[in-house]
């Protein structure tokens, strides 16, 4: 009897999702009766009464290479990157992602995922000045990361990281403004130097003239002296 219940036992690993559906669930999801879900646990699965069905909770890697991307004034980049895209921990996370991809081939919830995450690309690269895409990935990245991560959690999933590869314009403007920053800086640099030696000159000629003075005051002294 134990032998006849132990096969009965369904284990379900971390990275999976188990859909139990038909009478006696108890579980509840999605607003379905008789429905139970199981991640990274273990369920009895009574024969001719239950029927589960398996979804993977494996993280994806989805990779973007985008030529026409618009940013402000009309300017338009490219862009290179690579998110890991992953389902959220709770309960709720999963029970949201099987309703949404329980039927689904996994090559066509990547596609999904890609398709998200280039319209959020789209969408943040818009708002930025070409200035900000190039002088500040930090921020791009960061909000990226946001704008992706609330469109996701529909699905159940989340941004567990996003790392941009390259970004460039297709009319040098980018590097235009890289010269610039250089060419301000070398200026800078030899303003800072022009100021240095001013101040040094000037600090050389009042001492020059503090030690005349002495020397005159001196001579003075020693001529009353006499």
Do not use: C
């Amino acid at each position: 009897a134990v032998y006849a219940v132990a096969k009965l036992i369904v284990k379900v690993p971390p990275d999976q999702l188990a859909v139990f559906t038909g009478g006696g669930n108890s579980g509840t999801g999605a607003g379905l009766r008789n429905v139970a879900y199981v991640r990274g646990g273990r369920r009895i699965r009574i024969p001719l009464m239950h029927q589960v069905d398996w979804m993977s909770l494996k993280p994806m890697t989805v990779a973007v290479q985008l030529t026409d991307v618009f940013a402000g004034d009309n300017v338009q980049v490219s862009i290179d990157g690579v998110s890991v895209i992953g389902y959220g921990m709770d309960e709720e996370a999963a029970i949201t992602a099987a309703t949404n991809f329980l039927h689904y081939k996994p090559e066509e919830i990547h596609a999904v995922v890609r398709e998200v995450l280039i319209g959020q690309i789209r969408g943040v690269i818009a708002n930025m000045t070409p200035e900000q895409l190039n002088q500040d990935r930090a921020t791009l990245q960061e909000k990226l990361t946001e704008a992706a991560n609330a469109e996701y959690q529909q699905f159940g999933m989340r941004v567990m990281s996003f790392q941009i590869q390259q970004i460039s314009d297709n009319a040098g403007l980018f590097d235009a403004l890289g010269k610039k920053r250089v060419a301000d800086a070398v200026a800078q640099a030899e303003e800072d130097v022009a100021a240095a030696d001013k101040r040094a000159r000037i600090a050389k000629a009042q001492a020059d003239r503090a030690a005349q003075q002495a020397e005159a005051e001196a001579a003075a002294k020693i001529a009353e002296a006499e």
